[in-house]
């Protein structure tokens, strides 16, 4: 049976530039590009193995369908290391491998790279928490010093509250990735999270969550969350991915919002 397509495009439709995954289909990232950027405004190019990047030959093709099909790009790193690991070889092994796939998307130009911090063992002390934010700073540091620009990464919420890191977010001038279906699992104010980093969201994640499982179609988002994003979206300018791995997640979460937003329909703004 043919892959189903989406029924109609809605590039510009939205005052945000709206995205979604790499992987709506059970393919790669050129096939599921070629099906998917008719539709939408830009694409979040799925990275989760370090050991697994874009071949040089996919990101070639990503570049021309960029201009084929007037699409942009975001790009989720790498998330099977950590640079705050207590580890110092892991931490190595975490910037090197980040480095790589900054490298190999580079030619892209992506809006932003959504990076996953980790803080694993907690409750942690304030001194353990403090030794883990000195391991994340000195990661950083390494990172920047190779040529990555700072304003490049979007630091994602998990399970922490992202304030662990706010220091650093605007000492480094770090963008955030507002991860709605992590704050919703973990309890947390959706829209008290937004507005606290509003100056520095470049990028929401937005996907529905039920009975503790997150990834779903926005048909599933909870009353309280799907109100304060009624009230946060008409006025986001950034990237707004519908952060799913199924077409038919996709499609439910395209009707969610067509049926909520087309008072506030505009351009989208890329930041290419």
Same mark, same amino acid.
């Given at each position: 049976m043919p892959a189903p397509? /989406?029924?109609? !495009? =809605?590039? $510009? *439709?939205?005052?945000?530039? #709206?995205?979604?995954? !790499?992987?709506?289909?059970? =393919?790669?990232?050129?096939?599921?590009?070629?099906? /998917?950027?008719?539709?939408? %405004?830009?694409?979040? #190019?799925?990275?989760?193995? !370090?050991? @697994? /990047?874009p071949a040089r030959s996919a990101i070639e093709a990503l570049s021309r369908l960029c201009g084929e099909y007037d699409?942009?790009?975001?790009? @989720?790193?790498?998330? =099977?290391?950590?640079?705050?690991h207590r580890d110092g070889s892991h931490r190595e092994q975490a910037v090197h491998a980040l480095l790589q796939a900054f490298e190999r998307v580079a030619p892209l130009t992506p809006t932003t790279c959504t990076l996953h911090i980790p803080c694993d063992g907690?409750?942690?002390?304030? %001194?353990?928490?403090?030794?883990? *934010?000195?391991?994340?700073?000195?990661?950083?540091?390494?990172i920047f010093e190779a040529g990555v620009r700072p304003g490049l990464i979007s630091v994602e919420?998990? =399970?922490y509250p992202l304030e662990a890191l706010k220091d650093l977010i605007a000492a480094f001038g770090l963008g955030v990735c507002l991860d709605v279906g992590h704050l919703i699992l973990h309890g947390r104010d959706v829209e008290k999270t937004f507005a606290e980093?509003? %100056? *520095?969201?470049?990028?929401?994640? #937005? @996907? $529905?969550? *039920?009975d503790g499982k997150d990834h779903l179609g926005l048909d599933h988002l909870p009353h309280d969350p799907g109100a304060a994003l009624i009230r946060i979206l008409p006025t986001f300018k950034g990237v707004v991915s519908l952060e799913v791995f199924a077409f038919d997640h996709l499609a439910a979460s395209l009707n969610w919002l067509e049926g909520r937003f087309t008072p506030f329909s505009a351009p989208a703004r890329h930041s290419r």
């Amino acid at each position: 049976m043919p892959a189903p397509l /989406l029924s109609k !495009s =809605d590039k $510009g *439709r939205f005052p945000f530039t #709206l995205a979604t995954t !790499s992987f709506i289909y059970p =393919d790669d990232y050129v096939p599921n590009v070629e099906r /998917l950027a008719p539709y939408v %405004d830009e694409i979040e #190019l799925l990275c989760f193995e !370090s050991a @697994h /990047l874009p071949a040089r030959s996919a990101i070639e093709a990503l570049s021309r369908l960029c201009g084929e099909y007037d699409v942009t790009y975001n790009v @989720h790193l790498p998330t =099977d290391l950590s640079i705050g690991h207590r580890d110092g070889s892991h931490r190595e092994q975490a910037v090197h491998a980040l480095l790589q796939a900054f490298e190999r998307v580079a030619p892209l130009t992506p809006t932003t790279c959504t990076l996953h911090i980790p803080c694993d063992g907690q409750p942690l002390s304030a %001194d353990e928490i403090e030794r883990w *934010r000195d391991r994340v700073r000195a990661s950083l540091e390494k990172i920047f010093e190779a040529g990555v620009r700072p304003g490049l990464i979007s630091v994602e919420t998990l =399970d922490y509250p992202l304030e662990a890191l706010k220091d650093l977010i605007a000492a480094f001038g770090l963008g955030v990735c507002l991860d709605v279906g992590h704050l919703i699992l973990h309890g947390r104010d959706v829209e008290k999270t937004f507005a606290e980093f509003a %100056d *520095r969201t470049a990028i929401i994640h #937005l @996907h $529905g969550v *039920r009975d503790g499982k997150d990834h779903l179609g926005l048909d599933h988002l909870p009353h309280d969350p799907g109100a304060a994003l009624i009230r946060i979206l008409p006025t986001f300018k950034g990237v707004v991915s519908l952060e799913v791995f199924a077409f038919d997640h996709l499609a439910a979460s395209l009707n969610w919002l067509e049926g909520r937003f087309t008072p506030f329909s505009a351009p989208a703004r890329h930041s290419r």
